[in-house]
């Protein structure tokens, strides 16, 4: 029988076209990704010294959870990032298909960085979530790279990159999606976007923390959930509120509505009653005054 893992290593192996060496901390929360990153480990001595943690597969996840955008999900990681002196650590979900990272400060590092370090390395425009903040849209645009934002959600963002021919796309929730030209389809893979990501990070004069820390600081609320009865009514009210303040306003995947130094997003689950809120500023100032305003609108 063909060993399928050795197969799957041996192919991301021809992905892994680091500037440096580096030391990279995989967390496999317990999960499938482990059988793949030990294999991996084989092809890539003296390029990439893997330290992994997490790494027995038990369905009972007991290091954490199997989502890493849980709160402590990430603190094992971001120790044994410090503990090594690694130049990157990165997380991947319990089945392998989403993936973060903490940098070489043990610090998560935000979606929207992820997708700008990945996607200026792809020809072509990137396409992104609604919810992608200022940073990651200002990278991507220095890169010279055209945007298309697409709403959340593998099947709407594998069309539009069928559609607009665009080779790579991320989205807030760590999902990132290629286009494998030779053959012709798309994926979204973790493992193959730690790869892209490691090759970014290593092509740095200097550490990723040192980076981001250069880059301009904004305010963000991360997606916050609000039970409400009537999801259309609320989010009307909110646009109601804002409309003649605007300066753009969109209905492709929920409600976005942005300003001269914020914008928000408001999404409605489509399971429960639910809106998901996602809201950024330039300015702590207007951030502090602006998230309490619109909680207030969603609970009131």
Known sequence: MKDYFNFYASFLKRFLKLRRPMRVVFDCSNGATALVIKKLRNYVIGKLEVILINDKIDGNFPAHGPNPMERGAMSDLRLAVRKHKADLGVIFDGD??????????????????????????????????????YLGRELLKKAGKKIFDSRVGHYFIKILMKQKKVNFAGELSGHYYFHFAKDDYYADSGIFAAIQFINAVSRLGSGLAEWIDAFPRYYNSGELNFRVRDKQKITRRVERVYENQARKISHLDGLKMEFDDWWFNLRPSNTENLLRLNLEAKDKDVFRQRLPEIKRLLLG
């Open 96 to 133: 392998g298909d989403r993936v973060f990272f903490a940098d070489n400060a043990g610090r998560p590092v935000a979606a929207d960085i992820v997708i700008a370090f990945i996607g200026k390395n792809y020809k072509g425009p990137a396409i992104v979530d609604t919810r992608i903040g």
